[in-house]
């Protein structure tokens, strides 16, 4: 599948609204916690390396097509296969994205979902990610990780 350019654009944006999925554990400050994702995703990446497959989409055959004018020519357009376009697969990819959730579960963080902080929220930055409150959002201030962030 391919994107144009402004529907790569609108994706990127939305993604930055709404949020994101993120490993947290409370207390645990963001160097830690880079730390020990890239420890669990290269020992989740030596349990399952990448293995590619080349697959195929499934052709399909469009048959004849005669079509008539309304003086009566008529001209029949030939029958052609469509589809057969080549493509890559990791078939390891599913498993190591369930080893790397493993490990970090194991290393006590939890996947949580938060929405992305509103424009003019105020927050407090911290490196420590805070507890879990109603207001809890992600701030981006930019290039990086987000922080997790309880409003002021």
Known sequence: MRLTLPALIACLALAACTGGTIYYAEGVDIPTRDRDTATCE???????????????TPRIYVPPRRACNSEG?????????EGGERYTVDVNAPGRATAARGCMAGRGYARVGLPACEAGTEVRLSTVMPPLAGGTCLYSPGPGPALVVNPI
């Not at 020519?73 to 296969?81: D, E, N």
């Open 42 to 56: 290269l020992q989740a990446l030596t349990e399952f390396p990448v293995r590619t497959e080349i697959r195929y």
């Open 73 to 81: 020519a008529c001209v029949t357009r030939p029958g052609y296969f």
